[in-house]
């Protein structure tokens, strides 16, 4: 049922829309200079907003509205002032369909060394039809990057955040701790290559639930080091399943 998460979603844009401020500051990336013509680099306006909410000693949220914002990449890091920070997104983050960008990059949005993370909503672009195309010609080719990476981080939810092609993998939890992904849905094509939908590593206590995933890889692939991972309620497909 992602519908729980959609819940959640249009509950906390309630509280935003009524209260505002009230649970700790906002940093609103459009207010920081962010364009929502998907051809504006974000990054710079996204980067100013982590860099307030992690250095916030109370708790903090950034917010992404609705529109179709251009991110070169994200490297949001901690350690931070806070244990809460909110990245409530109501729109696209769409990455360079250029394969040559992320070349170098292991992620294209990465959130490492934070305690208290929570992702609500929003839909992630990879993009990465140029770099599958590439991988299918038998060129040589970028690895790619994956889209969204949580390394290192302990309390960290993620709900409602839709993934949809990605250059590599999805999500991917390494070296995590408590980590609570529900209402998830990864869309990438069938024959992607290597574009598994949430793969876990060397982390403890993660639960993935309420979650469609559809990719040309494993929905969930299970690294080394994991324990204590539960799944519930996971519709896999296509995919090479859960392994
Ligand atoms: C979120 O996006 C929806 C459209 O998808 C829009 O109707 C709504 O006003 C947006 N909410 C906020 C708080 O920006
Ligand atoms: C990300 O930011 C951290 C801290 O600002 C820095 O140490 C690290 O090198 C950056 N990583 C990348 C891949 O840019
Ligand atoms: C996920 O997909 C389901 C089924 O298509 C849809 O009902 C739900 O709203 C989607 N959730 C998100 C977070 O996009
Ligand atoms: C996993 O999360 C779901 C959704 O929040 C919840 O219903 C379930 O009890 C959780 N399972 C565990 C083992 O924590």
């Not at 609500?120 to 991988?135: A, E, F, R, S, T």
């Not at 494993?218 to 991972?229: R, V």
Request: contains cysteine.
């Amino acid at each position: 049922m992602p519908l729980v998460g959609n819940l959640h979603l249009l509950f906390l844009l309630f509280l935003f829309l009524n209260h505002g401020l009230a649970a700790g500051s906002t940093f609103n990336i459009v207010s920081l200079g962010a364009k929502a013509d998907g051809m504006t680099d974000a990054s710079p306006a996204f980067q100013e907003a982590w860099a307030n909410a992690c250095g916030s000693s109370e708790p903090a949220t950034i917010y992404v509205p609705n529109g179709a914002f251009y991110v070169h990449s994200g490297n949001f890091t901690g350690p931070c002032k806070n244990n809460a920070i909110t990245v409530l997104i109501n729109g696209t983050l769409m990455a360079s369909s250029n394969i040559q960008v992320l070349a170098q990059s292991q992620a294209w949005i990465a959130f490492r060394h934070i305690n208290g993370l929570s992702i609500y909503g929003g839909v992630i672009d990879g993009q990465g039809m140029g770099l599958w195309n590439c991988k299918h010609s038998g060129q040589s080719c970028p690895d790619g990057a994956t889209s969204l990476e949580i390394f290192d981080s302990q309390n960290v939810n993620v709900n409602g955040l839709s993934s949809v092609n990605s250059q590599m993998f999805n999500i991917v939890v390494y070296g995590c701790q408590n980590v609570q992904i529900q209402g998830v849905n990864v869309s990438s094509a069938s024959d992607s290559p290597n574009t598994d939908g949430i793969h876990v590593q060397q982390s403890l206590n993660v639960n993935i639930s309420n979650s469609n995933i559809g990719t040309g890889d494993d929905c969930i692939s299970i690294g080394p080091g994991t324990t204590n991972l539960w799944m519930e309620n996971i519709n896999c497909g296509p995919g090479h399943g859960i392994r």
